[in-house]
């Protein structure tokens, strides 16, 4: 008798203990919004915006025509954030070599669209605390791009 309610006992202390141990930590959220530049949509391909989480671990989602994104499973809580549209021409160019005889071009093209300092989580400037339904909205800002 003593050990069935023993065992009983035991068992609710452990189903509680899961239970409990389920809701801790931040959990992971999706985080929508927009991004634009100069305050419009900056229709280039390749964009993505980067979240990274308070250990560490980053979320890439890939920003549309519009400006729009979806980044499923950010870490929640405090979130640093980068953004950056990769220069099309930087691959082209470092792609193409001279022909022999030929000096090398000028100056090579930047590897963003955007300025570079967008492309690091570190002094974008950007952060935001994830939590359920977190809207995201940012504007860069920086020379017209052609």
Same mark, same amino acid.
């Given at each position: 008798? &003593?050990?069935?309610?023993?065992? =009983?006992?035991?068992?609710?202390?452990? @189903?509680?203990? @899961?239970?409990?141990?389920?809701?801790?930590? *931040?959990?992971?959220?999706?985080?929508?919004?927009?991004?634009? &530049?100069?305050?419009? /949509?900056?229709? !280039?391909?390749? #964009?993505?915006?980067? +979240?990274?989480?308070? @250990?560490?671990?980053?979320?890439?989602?890939?920003? #549309? *025509?519009?400006?729009? &994104? =979806?980044?499923?499973?950010?870490? #929640?809580?405090?979130?640093?954030? @980068?953004? $950056? $549209? *990769?220069?099309?021409? %930087? !691959? =082209?160019?470092?792609?193409? !070599?001279?022909?022999?005889?030929? /000096?090398?071009?000028?100056?090579?093209?930047? *590897?963003?669209?955007? /300025? %570079?300092? $967008? %492309?690091? %989580?570190?002094?974008?400037? +950007?952060?935001?605390?994830?939590?359920?339904?977190?809207?995201?909205?940012?504007?860069?800002?920086?020379? !017209?791009?052609?």
């Amino acid at each position: 008798m &003593y050990r069935t309610v023993f065992r =009983r006992i035991l068992g609710l202390a452990f @189903a509680a203990l @899961a239970v409990g141990a389920g809701g801790c930590g *931040p959990g992971s959220h999706d985080v929508t919004g927009r991004v634009s &530049y100069n305050g419009v /949509p900056l229709d !280039k391909p390749e #964009g993505q915006i980067v +979240f990274i989480g308070p @250990a560490g671990d980053q979320v890439v989602a890939g920003i #549309g *025509p519009d400006g729009s &994104y =979806r980044a499923l499973g950010v870490t #929640g809580g405090p979130n640093k954030v @980068a953004v $950056y $549209y *990769p220069n099309p021409k %930087a !691959k =082209r160019d470092k792609l193409t !070599k001279p022909k022999p005889g030929e /000096p090398p071009p000028a100056a090579a093209a930047t *590897p963003f669209l955007t /300025p %570079a300092k $967008y %492309a690091s %989580a570190d002094t974008s400037g +950007f952060s935001v605390t994830v939590g359920k339904g977190t809207v995201f909205d940012t504007d860069l800002t920086g020379p !017209k791009i052609p």
